[in-house]
């Protein structure tokens, strides 16, 4: 399953669990969540900024946005910690990438990837940042929350 998908998966999952009752976000999960959701944003950009960036840079940028996650991971539990950790699972392959070409010598496992990799990579973030929006919006007075009103910009 590439990022996308997995991304999208968990994404589905969390907004039914909202919307069923089953995940109900305290104030500081929803804090957190906004929090990781700006952070995923600083990170990561529009599609034109992200490839307009040197390869070294794009993996630094997705990096990033795995800190975000691992950060805010280590600030929470339950319902919103497995989500989270979902994604960190599905961000998994950036963490064996690397942007250096190995002269000689080893590379610890880590492979270079194709341009569309880090393609996959960034949309996948966009996805999660636009899903973290998405759950942490307020209910509306019926109650219901993801989905009723639509995610931030991109």
């Known amino acids: 399953m590439d990022m996308r998908r997995a991304v999208a998966v968990l994404a589905e999952e969390a907004e039914q669990q909202i919307q069923d009752q089953t995940?109900?976000?305290?104030?500081?999960?929803?804090?957190?969540?906004v929090e990781a959701e700006a952070g995923l944003r600083d990170a990561v950009g529009p599609p034109d900024v992200q490839e307009?960036?040197?390869?070294?840079?794009?993996?630094?940028?997705?990096?990033?946005?795995?800190?975000?996650?691992a950060i805010s991971l280590a600030r929470t539990h339950g319902r919103l910690a497995w989500f989270?950790?979902?994604?960190?699972?599905a961000l998994g392959p950036v963490l064996r990438w690397r942007a250096l070409s190995a002269?000689?010598?080893?590379t610890f496992g880590t492979v270079?990837?194709?341009?569309e990799e880090y393609t996959e990579a960034e949309d996948a973030v966009r996805q999660l940042r636009d899903a973290l929006a998405r759950i942490t919006a307020e209910p509306d007075s019926n109650g219901a929350g993801c989905g009723s009103s639509p995610a931030s910009g991109a």
């Open 23 to 33: 995940w109900k976000l305290t104030p500081s999960d929803r804090a957190l969540a």
């Open 84 to 89: 989270l950790s979902g994604t960190v699972n």
């Open 112 to 115: 270079l990837p194709s341009p």
């Open 52 to 69: 307009a960036l040197p390869q070294i840079k794009r993996l630094e940028h997705l990096r990033e946005t795995l800190a975000v996650l």
């Open 103 to 106: 002269d000689r010598g080893g």
